[in-house]
């Protein structure tokens, strides 16, 4: 099992509509847990970190944490066609210096 | 500076020549990672530094790479007698965290390797 697993996509969506892009992660202590989004040839950028069981929300983005079923969500309200991108799950390693592990990630088109 | 700065860009290499891929962090960040991404997948970690200190090489793939931040600043990713899989764009992060807090990296644009 990958430690950090993503539906890789692509995702299309219309917009306006909701996005739903989904992780799993095999570490069950790990405490912090993060998105990036990745625009086609360009590096990844922060977009959202969670730390708690809940949602935590910012702007039109929603994450969403389960750590008993080692899940966490990114909700894209009112999507754009400008959140057209690659999303990356990353998950830094319990404990040490946190060595950060990234999904495959999730390809969203979001339709005009 | 206000970036991670990588250098160069773009890189085409010959099969069996070695190249060098250089990094300078965010200044005052102390630890450095460098990530190997391949079309399609996401990053996958090759190597941390903290400050000088290389205290995770385990995800380099082969004894034909290698890196270095002697000084605990700029980083170079060195690769011996590239090979066509090790085309891929390197990718290059720092953060100021060290071992507590959470580890948010800001990333370089990346060098594209292409070997022939």
């Known amino acids: 099992q990958k430690e950090v697993e993503q539906n890789s996509g692509p995702l299309s969506v219309p917009e306006g509509a909701i996005a739903s892009l989904n992780c799993t992660y095999s570490?069950?202590?790990?405490?912090?847990f993060f998105w990036y989004r990745q625009y086609s040839g360009k590096s990844p950028e922060l977009i959202m970190s969670?730390?708690?069981?809940g949602d935590k929300e910012d702007g039109r983005f929603t994450a969403q944490l389960n750590k008993a079923s080692q899940y966490v969500s990114l909700l894209i309200r009112d999507s754009q066609p400008s959140d057209s991108a690659t999303y990356l799950c990353a998950v830094p390693n319990s404990g040490g210096y946190q060595k950060v592990t990234f999904g495959t990630g999730t390809k969203l088109q979001v339709i005009p | 500076g206000a970036g991670v700065s990588q250098s160069p860009r773009y890189k085409v290499a010959k099969r069996g020549q070695d190249v060098a891929l250089r990094c300078d962090p965010i200044?005052?960040?102390?630890?450095l990672f460098w990530y190997q991404q391949a079309l399609g997948q996401g990053p996958e970690f090759l190597t941390y530094?903290?400050?000088?200190?290389?205290?995770?090489k385990s995800g380099l793939p082969s004894d034909r790479f290698f890196a270095e931040r002697p000084e605990g600043s700029v980083s170079t990713l060195k690769i011996q007698r590239t090979q066509q899989e090790d085309s891929a764009v390197y990718l290059c992060?720092?953060?100021?965290?060290?071992?507590?807090?959470?580890?948010?990296?800001?990333f370089g644009a990346g060098s594209r390797l292409t070997v022939l």
């Open positions: 570490d069950r202590v790990s405490q912090s």
């Open positions: 530094f903290q400050n000088e200190a290389q205290l995770d």
């Open positions: 200044s005052g960040h102390v630890s």
């Open positions: 992060a720092s953060s100021r965290q060290l071992f507590s807090g959470a580890n948010v990296l800001t």
């Open positions: 969670i730390y708690s069981n």
